[in-house]
């Protein structure tokens, strides 16, 4: 829920518009919420603003049934940055982020808060080939193309992280215990009714696994549409002889 002058309670967003380029960043914080907490979010609603400049300001808030997860949510709401494309300025466009193949999407208290799946780890994207967290997007004009994305409290050196969108996926190795996929030049893009996928490499290790941090993107012209999946640089970063996740086809 947007409200007038935009408090620091718990969760924030972080604001890292590029000097280069327009994008706008968000990031999954969590900084009052503590593990005994019931931390289900069921679902989070992003809704992005544009002024006629392209300035963004986001509206968040979910179905939680504590009063103090949706306070924390509703902390997040306020200026994420800008979008280069004209043709979306003075619209607004949305995210939904849920999870499958659990018991519920999370909210972490861990390493400064993160998004994971319920069942074998409360706080991460683990159990490969099973779980997974989406955003779907509901949008009138242009595309969204994927920057970066974060990962945290990551569990042991064989987790991996996934994007799956409908052109395809990628595949990156997690070196660090938290850090940022740069995705320039990958071609990560969705548009309306369309998902992107943050997922753990099958086949893979059941007890390993991440947080999902953030994101950020830019909304782009779709520019004719999607091309395939020659677009996509597939499994970046992963060790020669290690099992990537195959491609997806168009969803």
């Known amino acids: 829920m947007l409200r007038a002058g935009y408090g620091c309670f718990g969760a924030v ?13 968000v990031k999954f914080s969590n900084y009052t919420l503590l593990p005994t907490t019931t931390n289900e979010v069921y679902a989070i609603t992003l809704l992005f603003i544009v002024d006629g400049t392209g300035n963004v300001v986001l509206d968040a808030s979910t179905a939680g049934a504590h009063q103090i997860l949706r306070d924390a949510v509703n902390a997040w709401d306020g200026p994420v940055g800008t979008i280069s494309y004209a043709g979306a300025f003075n619209t607004t466009f949305l995210l939904e982020i849920r999870s499958w193949g659990g018991v519920g999407l999370n909210l972490s208290c861990h390493e400064g808060g993160g998004l994971g799946v319920g069942l074998r ?11 997974y967290i989406a955003a779907t997007a509901a949008m009138g004009a242009g595309v969204l193309e994927f920057r970066s994305v974060s990962w945290n409290y990551r569990s042991k ?8 969108c409908p052109l395809g996926s990628v595949t990156n190795s997690l070196p660090s215990r938290a850090g940022t996929w740069t ?3 990958q071609g ?31 909304v782009v012209d779709a520019g004719g549409g999607f091309s395939g999946t020659a677009d996509l640089i597939r499994n970046s970063g992963v060790p020669e002889g290690f099992p990537v996740a195959t491609p997806k086809g168009r969803e």
């Open 183 to 185: 995705l320039s030049d």
């Open 121 to 131: 780890s409360a706080w991460r994207i683990d159990r490969p080939g099973f779980e």
């Open 188 to 218: 990560i893009r969705i548009g309306d009714n369309q998902t992107l996928r943050f997922e753990n490499v099958f086949p893979g290790e059941d007890a390993s696994g991440y947080a999902l941090a953030g994101f950020s993107f830019d």
């Open 13 to 25: 967003w972080l604001l890292m518009a590029s000097l280069v380029s327009a994008e706008v960043s």
């Open 157 to 164: 050196l064989d987790a991996h992280m996934v994007l799956a």
